[in-house]
């Protein structure tokens, strides 16, 4: 690709000159300050993607009012500060940077006061606790949680009912707000607003959302009107930002069902993208409608939808209007971005979550280096929006720390040994080397992966294949050396500077009578194609790999049981992907057995005894083969006689083995200490 890489070339829109067509789209990241300024962590965040060659950033999710919700805000001037030091240092690696204005579909200051008063009254109980007046602290808690009830009772309702029920003077004082924080961003410097078509403005398009009889009601042009008057709004007030607006779409799914509620059907859809062209509106994110109370509706997992899966729709926005259309949904690679441009169905591709994985992609493309792709395995990202966490991404250990965790250049360069070519030993390699390091890096299989290759099997997983592929492309231009087929001895490691041992974990068998029957065999075995499996297979152990492990059968024509202690089986697993699986199990009749103790297996391995600990009773489930996915515990590994520096990583390096997160992180971190 090079510098002639169309995913290089620059975009005129509306008054902004874009230095290229790459975009990360609004996420809600989790790093704001508790009041929604700008602190050191989303500073520093922001500042990494336009060091990466991003030319335009859109902060997500930025509330005009002041929220409960910790995202952040622009609702007050003493937050300009905070803003502007961020577009300023945007500014220095010529990125363009936008807010993107939203407003939640519910009261907020209703909501917000009611929260409040919850927080003031358990505040008042602790004072009274500390006072040893335990009659008002128990009086004053009970207050406390009434009112909480009363405040997410409220939000329940609001989400479903407010955009019908606001009154005419709320919907403008809304609007004015958004206005304002507009005119904020301005002076901040900011250079452009999105408005959030989504949420509230989403809902009163919405022809499933919107049931009011006022002007703002019933017919295309009234359901549109209140987002063309927050567009006027916000061009009045800051005139001389770009703006950009999100078009939500309320798309259909496999089974012919709609997928998402706040946004407007293709028709509707296409005809609002001419209106707010006419606006004047510079450039159109098209995007899948949310309101679906699951996040992977909207920013969905490897293998649920088709690459650039919203792309259908964006291309014919393109068709209707003139000003730029940007596209959004799982376009993954930057070749899926150049197709796009080559086919001028879209003039920006939003790389989300692949800058999350990778936030260098503009500069790789002009030097034609390997990317880190992302798996869209939405452990780190989607997972944490939705439950409030950090945003991170499983294959950067540099997310959301980027001011203190980074690769530094080796003061001295050493000779480095790595056992072990799992996703740890692979990373630790790429980090020491990169670091001036000379590395070995040994392993005893015949390729590279570890137990990558075991979780690519399943359905819809094979995409996790794309960590591994990465090391393939990076490790030959750096200096590291593959040893494939190939134990590491004492010799080959004192012989190095340092010694970084990332050998991995093995499976587990439950230790029960009956346990090595010829029936039984693992889930590893199984997914390796080592164990053949037939008719009914009972899982045992209803973790994320025995609920693949599940899958994995039933695709095959078996059927299944999984038997799990806990009262769910996945547990830990994404919420937008656990659906997809119950949906699986569902399909396949895979019966559940929560809350069960395997006390024994018998009739040679074609019985399981156990016990229903919630209902205390025995039971016995037959079946023709029998699983076990009860987890793994590390490989021991001997140092006695090496003589120099040894650091563990991934599996092998604590109490417990790693998720492929901390596996990066520990290798990672492993080798940035040599």
């Not at 998402?260 to 209106?275: H, Q, S, T, V």
């Not at 999984?562 to 119950?582: F, H, Q, R, W, Y």
Request: charged share 25%; aromatic share 6%.
């Amino acid at each position: 690709m090079g510098k002639e890489s169309l995913l290089l070339q620059p975009l005129k829109v509306g008054n902004l000159t874009l230095k290229n067509r790459i975009m990360f789209p609004p996420l809600t990241t989790g790093y704001e300050e508790r009041d929604g300024s700008i602190g050191e962590r989303s500073f520093h965040f922001y500042e990494r993607l336009a060091k990466g060659g991003a030319s335009y950033v859109v902060i997500g999710d930025v509330a005009p009012v002041n929220t409960a919700s910790p995202t952040p805000k622009l609702a007050e001037d003493r937050q300009i500060p905070t803003f502007k030091k961020l577009a300023d240092a945007m500014h220095a690696y010529d990125c363009k940077l936008a807010l993107q204005i939203f407003h939640p579909e519910y009261d907020v200051p209703g909501v917000g006061k009611m929260i409040m008063a919850s927080r003031m009254a358990a505040m008042e109980a602790e004072k009274a606790k500390a006072a040893g007046d335990m009659e008002t602290f128990n009086a004053k808690m009970a207050e406390s949680g009434r009112i909480a009830k009363e405040s997410y009772a409220k939000l329940h309702y609001d989400m479903q009912h407010f955009v019908s029920e606001a009154t005419i003077e709320q919907l403008s004082d809304i609007k004015k707000a958004m206005a304002e924080s507009a005119r904020r961003a301005m002076e901040a410097g900011i250079d452009a607003i999105e408005v959030h078509g989504d949420r509230l403005l989403g809902s009163l398009c919405s022809t499933v959302l919107n049931h009011r009889t006022d002007e703002y009601g019933g017919s295309f042009e009234n359901r549109i009107r209140y987002a063309l008057e927050v567009v006027d709004a916000i061009k009045e007030a800051a005139p001389s930002l770009m703006i950009e607006y999100k078009l939500p779409f309320i798309t259909v799914n496999a089974d012919g069902s709609d997928r998402g509620k706040g946004g407007l059907y293709e028709a509707d859809g296409i005809a609002f993208a001419k209106a707010l062209e006419k606006a004047g509106v510079d450039m159109i994110q098209v995007a899948q409608a949310n309101h679906t109370g699951n996040m992977g509706d909207t920013i969905p997992s490897m293998g649920s939808v088709p690459y650039n899966w919203t792309l259908p729709i964006a291309k014919k926005v393109k068709e209707a209007v003139s000003i730029p259309v940007s596209t959004v949904g799982r376009v993954v690679t930057v070749a899926n971005g150049e197709e796009i441009l080559k086919n001028g169905e879209a003039d920006m591709i939003s790389y989300g979550r692949s800058l999350l994985c990778d936030p260098d992609i503009a500069h790789k493309v002009e030097r034609d280096e390997p990317i880190r792709e992302c798996l869209n395995c939405n452990k780190g990202c989607v997972d944490a929006i939705q439950n409030r966490r950090y945003i991170s991404c499983v294959l950067n250990a540099e997310n959301g720390d980027e001011a203190t965790i980074y690769i530094k250049p080796a003061n001295e360069k050493k000779h480095v040994v790595i056992v072990g070519a799992g996703i740890a030993g692979l990373e630790a390699a790429r980090v020491a080397a990169i670091r001036g390091h000379k590395v070995d890096l040994y392993e005893k299989e015949e390729k590279i992966g570890g137990q990558i290759h075991l979780a690519a099997v399943p359905p819809r997983k094979d995409e996790i294949l794309r960590s591994i592929e990465y090391y393939e492309k990076i490790l030959p231009g750096l200096d590291v050396t593959l040893h494939l087929n190939t134990e590491c001895t004492k010799e080959i490691m004192n012989a190095a500077d340092a010694v970084i041992v990332a050998v991995g974990a093995h499976d587990m068998m439950l230790p029960i009578p009956g346990a090595d029957s010829k029936n039984v065999v693992s889930s590893w075995d199984v997914l390796a194609g080592k164990a053949d499996v037939s008719g009914h297979c009972a899982i045992i152990g209803g973790g994320l790999v025995g609920t693949e492990t599940a899958e994995y059968v039933v695709s095959k024509g078996c059927q299944a049981s999984v038997i799990e202690m806990l009262d769910k089986i996945a547990n830990g697993e994404s919420a937008t992907i656990l659906p997809l699986i119950m949906a699986d199990f569902s399909a396949h009749d895979v019966k559940q057995y929560v809350n069960t103790k395997v006390n024994s297996i018998v009739n040679d391995g074609k019985t399981i005894l156990a016990t229903d600990t919630k209902e205390n009773k025995e039971i016995s489930i037959d079946c023709d083969t029998i699983i076990m996915a009860v987890g793994s515990a590390k490989n021991a590994f001997d140092t006695e006689g090496v003589t120099v520096p040894v650091y563990f990583a991934g599996d092998c390096s604590g109490e417990r083995t790693a998720s492929i997160a901390e596996a990066i992180r520990s290798g990672y971190n492993a080798a940035n200490k040599i």
